[in-house]
């Protein structure tokens, strides 16, 4: 028995115990090196002016046998001299596919898939015991090479029909953890492909059971019968051209492979040449799916190299305020050894790029060409755009504050910022919002009267995120975010008309640490007091602060400013009582203090004392 050369042994004990993470691979790396010995075959036949091989001969047949426990691989493409064998098999990490790469450099349309010399030893994860018949094509001998991975292996002469070489891996006995025998099964064998190999050129082929009615009548029953099926599809949608692929076609991919029932509103065909290769099918979803907004939600395309999946979801592809997208990657990028992970970043990284700058250009498309499909896509993904504005410290704002719709006040629909701020006129100095629970919540602020009586138009925030996101910002088009309910809202005349240092003082004491001040108001108009805030903290943002998980347990506080209305008829009891009865002036200052809170939406301390409070002045 010949030794495998090198320090075989302990590489291949390192392959098969730590290399690749998933057994299953195996099914891979075989049926991509039958692949890469036919393209080699095709690749002679052309160049060498072969006539009589015709790429519709080309197949790879899998075949199981339940008792022998065996599962068959076999090609019919150039297969290997014992020499051959010797030396690509005796010599881990010796790879002849890339040896013929390197020989037929300058050549074009090579697309072998291994480079490495390492793949085929993934079978010995799976089998205790691996057969390879080989005849290589042009020679009448044909030889079995034999080993049982771990102390070398055998060369002899052997048997096989034409040239082609074929692999039979005598699986492992089953063990508690390990159900080796689930590589017999027809239906798991069927997905495997399905899953890695579905887009290898060649076919696939393998005999499976079908069911057919025999007899008649009350003897009808049912027997089952093989028959050969091609397990892959072979061309991948992605690689044919735009103008042949219909948009049920493309819906229909989607549909399958990412399980949603619904289409997508954006398909995105691409593909680049130059620096990076590639070509890309990406999908804009109409809605989340279920475990979108979870902690179970992995970001990702699917990774191809050559047609074959690398992985299932790459994360480094999408960024995180895109991580909606769904589709998948095919290029030729450098691989390490395993396939798992991706050598060169730089490569990944460009495609990265590219793909980012596509989906908004595509987003940005369907906003100004769809408006209504835009808005479903945004319902469901509102969220995460708003929060890719606030986080990473805004980095991304510049990209994103386009994509963002708010709710106007003025027009009852969603308006982006660029619309809000082409309509403004001279006089307007901020791009006002409100926030609350719902629309009609922040209709019925008395903080955004006086900015509708000014004929501005205010943004209506109902989403947590949106106050932060806004601030994040900080300005669009050089124009300033402005809360209606800051106590400086840049309106001309809004200075108070009125002022009595000596009661705003009194209720300012009376309430103590609950308010930073108390005034009289000159923009209140139909309500007798509100709260505005001074400083960077709304009262919204202090809401959503301290409702995070880990909030501080003394929790922030925005700066609220009790605000009086001068010319409703509560200004006067006020006056009155305070020059008469200074008792009934607190009373109803702790009055006013509550109805502001409740006008917020902010829970009041107690109920039943406001109630005392309010007979009392009764
Ligand atoms: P890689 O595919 O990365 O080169 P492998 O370990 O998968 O490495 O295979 C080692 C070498 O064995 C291949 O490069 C190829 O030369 C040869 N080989 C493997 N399988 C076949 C096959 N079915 N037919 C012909 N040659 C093969
Ligand atoms: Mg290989």
Same mark, same amino acid.
């Given at each position: ?109 090579? /697309? ?183 902690? /179970? ?202 002022e009595n240092k000596e009661l705003t003082d009194f209720m300012?004491e ?15 108009? /139909? ?48 006056q009155?009582?305070f020059a ?5 002036a ?33």
């Amino acid at each position: 028995m010949k030794k495998f050369k090198t320090e075989s042994q302990k590489i291949l004990d390192l392959m098969i115990n730590s290399i690749y993470t998933h057994k299953e691979i195996f099914i891979r790396e075989l049926l991509s090196n039958a692949s890469d010995a036919i393209d080699k075959l095709y690749y002679k036949s052309l160049t060498d002016g072969i006539s009589g091989l015709a790429r519709e001969d080309f197949s790879i047949q899998m075949k199981v046998d339940k008792e022998a426990r065996t599962l068959t691989i076999s090609d019919n493409g150039i297969g290997m001299t014992e020499e051959e064998l010797d030396k690509n098999l005796g010599i881990i990490a010796k790879s002849g596919s890339q040896d013929f790469k390197a020989n037929n450099e300058s050549k074009e349309d090579i /697309n072998i898939i291994g480079q490495f010399g390492v793949g085929f030893y993934s079978a010995f994860m799976v089998a205790d015991k691996v057969d390879v018949i080989s005849k290589a094509y042009g020679s009448d001998e044909a030889f079995i090479w034999t080993s049982n991975g771990s102390d070398g292996y055998d060369i002899k002469k052997g048997e096989r029909e034409g040239n082609g070489s074929t692999i039979v891996l005598h699986l492992r006995p089953d063990t508690d953890e390990e159900k080796y025998s689930t590589y017999l099964d027809e239906y798991e064998i069927k997905s495997l492909v399905k899953k890695y190999s579905d887009y290898i050129r060649y076919p696939i082929k393998m005999d499976t059971t079908h069911y057919k009615t025999v007899g008649e009548g009350e003897d009808a029953k049912q027997e089952s019968y093989l028959e050969e099926e091609t397990l892959n599809s072979m061309i991948p949608l992605w690689k044919k051209s735009k103008k042949d692929i219909t948009e049920e076609e493309y819906d229909n991919f989607y549909k399958d492979t990412f399980y949603d029932n619904e289409n997508p509103v954006r398909v995105i065909h691409t593909s680049a040449e130059g620096v990076v290769d590639y070509k890309a099918l990406l999908y804009i979803p109409s809605h989340p799916q279920y475990n979108y907004y979870s902690k /179970n939600f992995e970001k990702g395309l699917r990774l191809y190299t050559n047609g074959v999946l690398i992985t299932d979801c790459c994360k480094d592809l999408l960024p995180d305020y895109f991580s909606f997208v769904k589709g998948l990657v095919d290029s030729e990028l450098t691989l390490n050894v395993s396939r798992e992970t991706i050598q060169h970043n730089r490569q990944l990284t460009k495609i990265a790029e590219n793909i980012e700058k596509k989906i908004k250009n595509e987003l940005l498309s369907l906003l100004e060409s769809d408006r209504e499909k835009y808005l479903t896509f945004y319902q469901g993904f509102a969220v995460q755009l708003k929060y890719g504005i606030y986080e990473n410290w805004g980095r991304n704002k510049d990209l994103l504050q386009d994509l963002v719709l708010f709710y106007s006040y003025q027009e009852d629909k969603f308006v982006t910022l660029k619309e809000y701020v082409d309509k403004m006129g001279e006089s307007q100095k901020y791009i006002y919002y409100a926030t609350g629970k719902t629309v009609e919540a922040i209709k019925s602020l008395p903080q955004c009267d006086i900015v509708r009586e000014n004929g501005f138009d205010i943004l209506c925030l109902t989403d947590d995120i949106d106050e932060f996101a806004l601030r994040m910002l900080g300005t669009y088009n050089e124009k300033e975010f402005r809360s209606v309910a800051n106590s400086d809202l840049g309106i001309e005349n809004a200075e108070s008309p009125v002022e009595n240092k000596e009661l705003t003082d009194f209720m300012k004491e009376k309430l103590g640490d609950k308010v930073t001040e108390v005034r009289i108001s000159a923009t209140l108009k /139909n309500h007798p007091v509100c709260f505005s805030t001074k400083g960077e903290l709304s009262m919204e943002m202090e809401r959503v602060l301290n409702g995070l998980p880990d909030a501080p347990k003394e929790g922030v506080k925005a700066q609220k400013v009790l605000e009086i209305s001068a010319s409703h008829p509560v200004y006067e009891k006020l006056q009155k009582y305070f020059a008469e009865d200074k008792e009934k002036a607190e009373k109803l200052t702790e009055v006013l203090y509550n109805q502001a809170m409740l006008i917020e939406g902010l829970p009041i301390e107690s109920p039943t004392k406001l109630t005392e409070l309010i007979c009392a002045l009764l």
